[in-house]
C-alpha cells in the first residue's frame, strides 16, 4: 500500500500505529546471521573548512545546526567471515582517506579492510575530508569508530527487505531548452524557456531492516537524491536532509531506533524543482526529509524477511582514461588564468563553479590528460541482498540500469562509495546542446573539471558492477 500526501508530519501517527505485525513477521524467520549496528557523532571542531561548493577564498564553517553522523551495520556469518557498510554524513571521501579508515577499522577489529565499504551521504554542509587538510584523521577515525562499535554488538538477526516509492522530492537537473541548449535546474528562467528534463528520477525507496530478538533495532534507507538544500549560503554544519528523514524515522521508531542512509546514483538528481526555485532553508530539508521519512516507514511496513548465511565481497579495479583538454580549451583556461592573476578569484557563489575555477582545472587536466586511472567498483553480498559502491556522482540512469540487470531483486546501488572522482555522465548526455568548449555548454555534469574520465567511463563502471552481481549470484 502507498500512501500519498503534501502532508508527510501528519502521516507519522499513521505509521506509528502499525509497525508490530512486522515484529511478530521477523520472528517467525530463522537467521545463522550475525548483525550489528550502531552510530557514532563525529560532528568536528567548528571552523574547519567546508566541502561541496565553491566559496571563493573562505571555506570554514561558521557553527553547527545539526551533528553530524557515522553509522555502520557489520555482518558476520558462523564461518567468521564478516563484512562492514559505513556511511557518513560528509560530501564525499578521498581514496586516499577511505584507506585511512579501512586500515583503522581493521587495525581494531577482525574485518579484513578488502571488506568494508564506504561511502558519503553527499551533504554539502559537511567538512573536507582531505589527509592533508586540518584534523581529518582525528574526526574521521571517530567516524570509522562506528563500525568498531558495531562488531562489538554482533547479535543473531533477521534481516527484511522492503520497498515503496517517493517521486515528489526529487527531480532531474538538466534542464532541455527551446533554444537547443542545456540549463541547470538552480538558474532562473522565463517562462515557457524550459521544455522537460533530460533524463529520468529513480523514485524507488528500498530498505533492509535488522531486527533483534524480536524488536527492530534499525534499518538501511537507499534512495537518489543530491543533499544539496543547503548550499553556498549555509556556513553550518548539518546533514541536511538525511539528518531530517532519520529525525522523522526514530519519532516512529523510538530514539533507539538507527536509520542509516545509503545515497544512490544521483549525480543528475536534486532536490531542487526549476517551476518553484531554490529555498535553501532549514525547513526545506525538514519537509524533504520528513517526506522520505514517511516513504522509508511505508517500505519498512512492507518488508519481507531474507535469510541466507551467504557472505561475499566482490571488487574491480576499473582502468578509465582522464578527460582531453582540447588546444581551444587549453587556451581559453590560459587566457582566464591571466585575468585571474590582476583580479584574483571570484567571490563565493551559491552554486555551479565560476569559470576561473574551471580554468584552473583544465590547466591541471592538460597535464594529466594521457594518465589512465584504476577505480574500485565493489559488490557485497549479505544475504539475498546486495550492495553495489561506485567511485562518484553516477548519473541515475546507471542505478536503475544495475537494479534491472542484477540477478538479486533485493539491490542496493550507491554512488560516492570507497572514493570520489568527480561525476560520470551517461555518454548521450555528452550530446544534449550544442557544440563548444567554453563550460556548461552541454551542462554542469558534463563540463571538463566537474567530469574528469573519457566519455563511456560510466557505462564502464556499470558494467563491471553488473558482471560482478552476476558473478556472486
Same mark, same amino acid.
Given at each position: 500500500?502507498?500512501?500519498?500526501?503534501?502532508?508527510?508530519?501528519?502521516?507519522?501517527?499513521?505509521?506509528?500505529?502499525?509497525?508490530s505485525?512486522?515484529?511478530?513477521?521477523?520472528?517467525?524467520?530463522?537467521?545463522?546471521?550475525?548483525?550489528?549496528?550502531?552510530?557514532?557523532?563525529?560532528?568536528?571542531?567548528?571552523?574547519?573548512?567546508?566541502?561541496?561548493?565553491?566559496?571563493?577564498? #573562505?571555506y570554514?564553517?561558521?557553527?553547527?545546526?545539526?551533528?553530524?553522523?557515522?553509522?555502520?551495520?557489520?555482518?558476520?556469518?558462523q564461518?567468521?567471515?564478516?563484512?562492514?557498510?559505513?556511511?557518513?554524513?560528509?560530501?564525499?571521501?578521498?581514496?586516499e582517506?577511505?584507506e585511512?579508515?579501512?586500515?583503522?577499522?581493521?587495525?581494531?577489529?577482525?574485518?579484513?579492510?578488502?571488506?568494508?565499504?564506504?561511502?558519503?551521504?553527499?551533504t554539502?554542509?559537511?567538512?573536507?575530508?582531505d589527509? /592533508?587538510?586540518?584534523?581529518?584523521?582525528?574526526?574521521l577515525?571517530?567516524?570509522?569508530s562506528a563500525?568498531?562499535?558495531? #562488531?562489538?554488538?554482533?547479535?543473531?538477526?533477521v534481516?527484511?527487505v522492503?520497498?515503496?516509492?517517493? /517521486?515528489?522530492?526529487?527531480?532531474?537537473?538538466?534542464?532541455?531548452?527551446?533554444d537547443?541548449?542545456?540549463?541547470?535546474?538552480?538558474?532562473?528562467?522565463?517562462?515557457?524557456?524550459?521544455?522537460?528534463?533530460?533524463?529520468?528520477?529513480?523514485?524507488?525507496?528500498?530498505?533492509?531492516?535488522?531486527?533483534?530478538?524480536?524488536?527492530?533495532?534499525?534499518?538501511?534507507? /537507499?534512495?537518489a537524491?543530491?543533499?544539496? %538544500?543547503?548550499?553556498?549560503?549555509?556556513w553550518?554544519? %548539518?546533514a541536511?536532509?538525511?539528518?531530517?528523514?532519520?529525525?522523522?524515522?526514530?519519532?516512529?521508531?523510538?530514539?533507539?531506533?538507527?536509520?542509516?542512509?545509503?545515497?544512490?546514483?544521483?549525480g543528475?538528481?536534486?532536490q531542487?524543482?526549476?517551476?518553484?526555485?531554490f529555498?535553501?532553508?532549514?525547513?526545506?530539508?525538514?519537509?524533504?526529509?520528513?517526506?522520505?521519512?514517511?516513504?522509508?516507514?511505508?517500505?519498512? =511496513? /512492507?518488508?519481507k524477511p531474507?535469510?541466507?548465511?551467504?557472505?561475499?565481497?566482490?571488487?574491480?579495479?576499473?582502468?578509465?582514461?582522464?578527460?582531453?583538454? %582540447?588546444?581551444?580549451?587549453?587556451?581559453?583556461?590560459?587566457?582566464?588564468?591571466?585575468?585571474?592573476?590582476?583580479?584574483?578569484?571570484?567571490?563565493?557563489?551559491?552554486?555551479g563553479?565560476?569559470?576561473?575555477?574551471?580554468?584552473? #582545472?583544465?590547466l591541471?587536466m592538460?597535464?594529466?590528460?594521457?594518465?589512465? #586511472?584504476?577505480?574500485?567498483v565493489?559488490?557485497?553480498?549479505?544475504?539475498?541482498?546486495?550492495?553495489?559502491?561506485?567511485?562518484?556522482?553516477?548519473?541515475?540512469?546507471?542505478?536503475?540500469?544495475?537494479?534491472?540487470? =542484477?540477478?538479486?531483486?533485493?539491490?542496493m546501488?550507491?554512488?560516492?562509495?570507497?572514493?570520489?572522482?568527480?561525476?560520470?555522465?551517461?555518454?548521450?548526455?555528452?550530446?544534449?546542446?550544442?557544440?563548444?568548449?567554453?563550460?556548461?555548454?552541454?551542462?554542469?555534469?558534463?563540463?571538463?573539471? %566537474?567530469?574528469?574520465?573519457?566519455i563511456?567511463?560510466?557505462?564502464?563502471?556499470?558494467?563491471?558492477?553488473?558482471?560482478?552481481?552476476?558473478?556472486?549470484?
Open positions: 500500500m502507498f500512501i500519498r500526501t503534501k502532508h508527510p508530519l501528519a502521516l507519522l501517527l499513521f505509521f506509528a500505529m502499525g509497525f505485525h512486522n515484529i511478530v513477521n521477523a520472528q517467525q524467520v530463522k537467521s545463522t546471521l550475525l548483525i550489528g549496528i550502531a552510530e557514532v557523532n563525529y560532528t568536528p571542531t567548528v571552523g574547519l573548512d567546508m566541502a561541496g561548493n565553491y566559496r571563493g577564498n #573562505d570554514a564553517s561558521r557553527g553547527v545546526h545539526d551533528s553530524l553522523y557515522a553509522k555502520a551495520l557489520v555482518a558476520a556469518n564461518k567468521g567471515e564478516k563484512v562492514a557498510l559505513l556511511t557518513v554524513d560528509i560530501c564525499f571521501i578521498p581514496k582517506t577511505i585511512m579508515m579501512r586500515a583503522y577499522i581493521a587495525g581494531k577489529t577482525t574485518i579484513k579492510a578488502a571488506n568494508i565499504m564506504i561511502m558519503a551521504t553527499h554539502h554542509s559537511g567538512p573536507v575530508a589527509l /592533508n587538510a586540518p584534523k581529518v584523521k582525528e574526526f577515525a571517530k567516524a570509522a563500525v568498531v562499535a558495531a #562488531d562489538k554488538s554482533l547479535q543473531p538477526s534481516l527484511s522492503g520497498r515503496s516509492a517517493e /517521486n515528489r522530492i526529487s527531480h532531474n537537473r538538466r534542464l532541455k531548452c527551446i537547443g541548449t542545456t540549463h541547470m535546474c538552480w538558474e532562473k528562467f522565463t517562462p515557457g524557456f524550459v521544455i522537460e528534463p533530460w533524463g529520468p528520477i529513480d523514485p524507488e525507496v528500498i530498505t533492509l531492516s535488522v531486527a533483534q530478538n524480536g524488536k527492530q533495532k534499525g534499518a538501511i534507507v /537507499n534512495f537524491c543530491h543533499a544539496t %538544500t543547503l548550499t553556498g549560503n549555509n553550518l554544519y %548539518t541536511d536532509y538525511p539528518g531530517y528523514m532519520a529525525e522523522a524515522i526514530k519519532k516512529v521508531k523510538g530514539n533507539g531506533f538507527m536509520p542509516l542512509f545509503f545515497n544512490g546514483c544521483c543528475n538528481v536534486t531542487v524543482d526549476y517551476k518553484v526555485g529555498p535553501d532553508t532549514y525547513q526545506e530539508c525538514q519537509r524533504i526529509g520528513y517526506m522520505l521519512g514517511v516513504a522509508a516507514l511505508q517500505a519498512i =511496513s /512492507n518488508e531474507v535469510s541466507s548465511d551467504i557472505l561475499k565481497v566482490s571488487k574491480e579495479m576499473v582502468p578509465v582514461k582522464h578527460l582531453s583538454i %582540447t588546444n581551444d580549451q587549453f587556451n581559453w583556461a590560459q587566457a582566464v588564468m591571466k585575468k585571474v592573476e590582476k583580479e584574483g578569484m571570484p567571490p563565493a557563489q551559491a552554486d563553479i565560476p569559470d576561473a575555477q574551471y580554468a584552473k #582545472d583544465w591541471a592538460r597535464r594529466t590528460q594521457n594518465e589512465v #586511472d584504476s577505480l574500485e565493489m559488490v557485497v553480498r549479505i544475504g539475498d541482498a546486495a550492495f553495489v559502491g561506485l567511485p562518484g556522482e553516477m548519473f541515475t540512469e546507471f542505478g536503475m540500469d544495475i537494479k534491472a540487470q =542484477s540477478p538479486c531483486k533485493n539491490t546501488v550507491m554512488g560516492l562509495t570507497n572514493d570520489e572522482r568527480g561525476y560520470f555522465p551517461t555518454k548521450v548526455s555528452f550530446t544534449q546542446g550544442p557544440k563548444g568548449f567554453t563550460p556548461m555548454i552541454t551542462g554542469y555534469e558534463t563540463t571538463p573539471g %566537474t567530469t574528469k574520465y573519457e563511456g567511463s560510466g557505462e564502464m563502471l556499470a558494467a563491471s558492477a553488473i558482471k560482478q552481481l552476476k558473478a556472486l549470484f
